[in-house]
């Protein structure tokens, strides 16, 4: 199903091309002058400098030639030679009609279905996930949904981070504190549960952020942590079992709070699984000629002819033996390459690790292990503060993701509370309203802006049920939900769309622009799209529902095609809004 502003710029191109001129000037865009037409073409205008002709008088040929298409009602020349297009009622209402039938909404799938990877959310073993983690999920979920919506195979994957320095760090740690840990790291990698009981989650949390600290000053205890990463890598059974015990500790703690947050990841693989792949990859790596000894260290160099700046080359093994962070990133890809075969490889990462995907690439590039067109760094700015810096608690520390939902679920119910909202949910069904509320705030919140820009984390604008909000988006959908209700009540049946009214043709107008939303979103890697369109959508209904009575409209007739504006607004809204995984309530 094409979009009426695709169809439109097909009729327009063939057009152009029929006058003898250049088809990629027939683009029609959405009208600056809505109040005078739906769509606009400006390619006259690109067309008279070409030819060195009066503009005007390109476009007026091309409104003789459009005249009688019977998608449009009028075709006008404006201003300096624009062509200003109105869709026909006729062309709107098959449209949505068509739109209201099929189970996309009116997006169409790509042509041409790719196997993708997105790797997102990067959390870690006992380092508390901090706001980067937060936009990385949020984002790479989004992401995620879209890329399987237009019909791609995709696999989200966590890259859970269990095989770097913190691993040696926490072994370390952990050893120092309690003789029974110690115990178990220099055991024989039998484990006696018993010994390990205390070393829980509240434990892991603990221990890293001490153990972190100390590294920085104590030259001494960051030398042991770096030995025993080394040391754990190589395969120590006690170090081995001390650490399957932390991931595991971690790894529960964290699937609760993507659960909580709506993210799902399809693979969990870790920094680890990558670790078998890595002598064979070293071998590799060195009989390709790639591989050179730098101060004990082996490296890769990647500086290509052009670079503006030198790019540090990647480290593959330290000069202690170890795997670094790039060591393991191209052994993924290796791993990737066997188990899943991606076409495209999207890595939803902190646009402050750019150089080091750079560098990763460009190694595997070399080695033959992707193409450059094959894996992509989808970066983001930062959550910031008022102070303009990655956001913080109030006593300085990283914000944990289990604290922001709550203090976004405490904000959410006061909201409700404070709106009249829920007053006659149950009590656990209200729970769950701030729930989605809350996720639905910090979530709009993030996608509403283009990826690459930062934003101030701020609760109170971001849990409103008014302005460019989530709460307002799931307000307007259960406002719906409420009117089929009663439409249902009174035993009212959806029926055959007749659009007449200004307030219905913006809405069918706005129903028809998802799937230009969808394919930008997708083509960008770029969320804010469907977001945008999500709060216009809600927007464009708001006005219909005030100018356009459904329940008490004058016939039946009227009524019917009323019923199923709204019924297909709420399934596109409900479907953009899964888009950017945000769940809507029944009720509020
Ligand atoms: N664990 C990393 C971090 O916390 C993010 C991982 C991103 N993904 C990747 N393939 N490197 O910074």
Redesign the pocket.
């Known amino acids: 199903m094409s979009d009426l502003k695709a169809a439109l710029g097909q009729a327009v191109s063939a057009v152009f091309v029929a006058l003898g001129l250049d088809e990629s000037l027939g683009k029609v865009g959405v009208s600056d002058r809505p109040d005078l037409a739906d769509f606009q073409c400006n390619g006259a205008l690109a067309a008279a400098k070409l030819a060195r002709r009066n503009p005007r008088e390109i476009a007026t040929e091309v409104a003789a030639k459009l005249a009688g298409d019977p998608l449009l009602a009028s075709v006008d020349v404006a201003g300096a030679g624009f062509v200003n297009l109105r869709i026909s009622d006729q062309a709107l209402t098959d449209r949505v009609r068509a739109l209201a039938l099929d189970p996309h909404l009116g997006a169409e799938a790509v042509a041409t279905p790719r196997r993708v990877i997105v ?6 073993v006992a ?1 508390p996930m901090h706001v ?2 937060l936009r ?1 999920s949020i984002i790479g979920e989004s992401i995620k949904r879209i890329y399987r919506f237009c019909g791609d195979t995709v696999w989200g994957d966590a ?3 269990d095989w770097g320095f913190q691993m040696g760090l926490l072994i370390v740690a952990a050893g120092d504190e309690n003789p029974d840990w110690l115990a178990v790291a220099e055991g024989d990698g039998t484990l006696d549960p018993a010994l390990l009981a205390d070393l829980d989650l509240a434990a892991l949390d603990r221990l890293y952020p001490i153990a972190a600290a100390k590294a920085k000053e104590d030259t001494e205890f960051r030398d042991r942590a770096r030995k025993a990463t080394a040391l754990l890598q190589g395969g120590k059974p006690g170090y081995l079992a001390l650490w399957r015990h932390f991931a595991e500790v971690s790894r529960a703690a964290l699937k609760r709070e993507f659960d909580a947050l709506g993210i799902h990841f399809d693979l969990w693989m870790g ?1 680890s699984d990558a670790d078998p792949l890595i002598p064979a990859m070293v071998e590799d790596l060195k009989a390709k000629g790639l591989l050179v000894e730098d101060q004990g260290a082996q490296i890769i160099r990647v500086v290509r002819e052009g670079d503006k700046r030198e790019l540090p080359p990647l480290l593959v093994i330290s000069s202690e033996g170890s795997a670094m ?1 790039g060591t393991t ?1 191209l052994a ?1 890809i290796v791993g990737r390459r066997r188990d899943q075969d991606p076409d495209l490889v999207l ?1 939803c ?2 646009q402050r ?1 750019g150089d ?2 750079v560098q ?1 690439f460009r190694a595997a590039v070399l080695a033959g292990y992707a193409t450059d067109e094959g894996l992509e760094h989808i970066g983001f700015g930062t959550m910031n503060g008022t102070d303009g810096k990655p956001f913080k608690t109030r006593a300085g520390g990283v914000l944990k993701l289990h604290d922001l939902i709550q203090m976004a679920t405490d904000k959410a119910r006061e909201r409700l509370r404070e709106a009249g909202l829920g007053a006659e949910l149950t009590p656990e069904a209200f729970e769950q309203t701030a729930h989605k509320v809350a996720i639905a705030a910090l979530k709009f919140a993030d996608l509403q802006n283009f990826r690459g820009t930062s934003y101030v984390f701020d609760l109170d604008r971001f849990t409103s049920f008014e302005g460019k909000t989530g709460p307002y988006l799931l307000y307007q959908a259960v406002r719906v939900k409420s009117l089929l209700r009663r439409a249902a009540d009174e035993g009212l049946v959806a029926g055959d769309i007749v659009i007449g009214e200004p307030a219905e043709r913006e809405l069918a107008l706005t129903l028809d622009a998802f799937q230009q939303a969808v394919s930008e979103a997708y083509e960008k890697k770029a969320p804010h799209f469907v977001a945008e369109h999500a709060y216009r959508l809600a927007q464009a209904y708001s006005k219909f529902y005030a100018a356009c009575p459904v329940l008490s409209a004058k016939d039946s007739v009227l009524k019917a095609s009323r019923l199923t504006l709204s019924q297909t607004t709420l399934k596109q809204l409900e479907q953009a809004l899964e888009l950017l995984g945000i769940e809507t309530p029944e009720r509020m």
């Open positions: 790797d997102y959310g990067g959390p870690n380092k980067g983690h990385a890259h859970f981070g920094e962070y990133d993924t890595y990462v902190d690790q080091h995907f990763v």
